[in-house]
């Protein structure tokens, strides 16, 4: 007798395991592991979506222009959410502490939150600053998502990246884009001004 007869539980959920386990469509063992081409191909792929959930992101621009991407993505119709640290909260400074950064993560974020101010306004842009603790960098391009892992010890940038597509059924997709949500409803919107410090830093 089929098994799904007696208990549709253990159908629903091998079908479940199954979807998610498409979602998975690499690992990286580090996020500088991941080719630049990749990156790009996502960011300028994006035609609905743009989310980023970091702490400071600066190799996003530094490497990929985050500013004009943003400009260009809001002249696209593409809707972008990008959350930044809070570099005043107790949860930046332990994490800069505890990736052997005292100071330097505080100091990054002051500066990246200067290059966004280019931004603040956009249509179809917004900018929040966060003070949770993120277990995880999370960067998403409409039904892609890059989580990278944060391990104590250890810049995000040398931690594993897992990239992940959404599909019907699955479960990963779903639960950390759950998690950029429940940060995003916690954010400050960001408003021209920068803090006091950062003008003095500069």
Not at 117 to 132: I, N, S, Y
Not at 187 to 202: D, F, H, Q
């Amino acid at each position: 007798m089929d098994e799904a007869y007696l208990w549709p539980e253990v159908l629903t959920e091998k079908v479940t395991q199954s979807a998610s386990t498409a979602e998975l469509l690499g690992i990286h063992p580090s996020r500088s592991a991941l080719p630049h081409a990749t990156w790009q191909q996502l960011i300028n792929g994006s035609r609905e979506a743009l989310d980023v959930l970091v702490y400071a992101g600066t190799f996003l621009i530094e490497q990929h222009n985050l500013a004009e991407v943003l400009h260009e993505k809001s002249r696209q119709g593409v809707h972008c959410r990008i959350l930044i640290g809070d570099e005043t909260s107790e949860a930046v400074r332990q994490r800069a502490v505890e990736e052997g950064t005292a100071g330097g993560l505080e100091g990054r974020i002051q500066l990246n939150r200067r290059y966004l101010r280019d931004v603040l306004g956009l249509p179809g842009v917004e900018v929040r600053t966060h003070g949770t603790t993120l277990y995880n960098s999370l960067f998403r391009f409409d039904q892609d998502l890059l989580v990278n892992g944060h391990v104590f010890g250890a810049p995000a940038g040398f931690s594993p990246v897992l990239h992940l597509r959404r599909v019907p059924g699955g479960r990963m997709w779903d639960h950390y884009m759950r998690s950029f949500e429940h940060v995003w409803e916690t954010g400050v919107p960001e408003t021209a001004g920068i803090p006091a410090s950062a003008e003095k830093a500069s």
